[in-house]
């Protein structure tokens, strides 16, 4: 089993920036894909950024490309999503997520372990 825990999600003005972050305990991740999705209310989840920690392979979806940054600190065992130029479609809850084998996946239900998710909520 994983757990993943997620931080750093608040209410933030438009144009402002967060940092989310999220750490996997109870296995090691090595050979695992990992990222983020998010959820605003009414839509269904939407895939945001992935990346493959051993071979760091990533990707980011089109709209938040530019804006958003996945990245790792392997010595913190802590995965990070850095969102500058924050819109106010961009609230929504963000879920930590990972998937054993390493393959980078944009489908929800192709990943086994999900985080409680934290709350991001942009003023415009």
């Known amino acids: 089993q994983v757990q993943l825990v997620e931080s750093g999600g608040e209410l933030v003005q438009a144009g402002g920036s967060l940092r989310l972050s999220c750490a996997p305990s109870?296995?090691?991740?090595?050979?695992?894909?990992m990222g983020w999705f998010r959820q605003a209310p009414g839509k269904e989840r939407e895939f945001v950024a992935a990346?493959?920690?051993?071979?760091?392979?990533?990707d980011t979806a089109d709209s938040v490309k530019g804006r958003f940054t996945i990245s790792r600190d392997g010595a913190k065992n802590t995965v990070y999503l850095q969102m500058n130029g924050l819109k106010p479609e961009d609230t929504a809850v963000y879920y930590c997520?990972?998937?054993?084998?390493?393959?980078?996946?944009?489908?929800?239900?192709?990943?086994?372990?999900w985080g409680q998710g934290t709350q991001v909520t942009v003023s415009s």
């Open positions: 997520v990972a998937r054993p084998g390493g393959v980078v996946s944009r489908i929800a239900h192709e990943h086994a372990y």
């Open positions: 109870g296995r090691t991740v090595w050979h695992y894909a």
């Open positions: 990346f493959n920690w051993s071979g760091g392979t990533t």
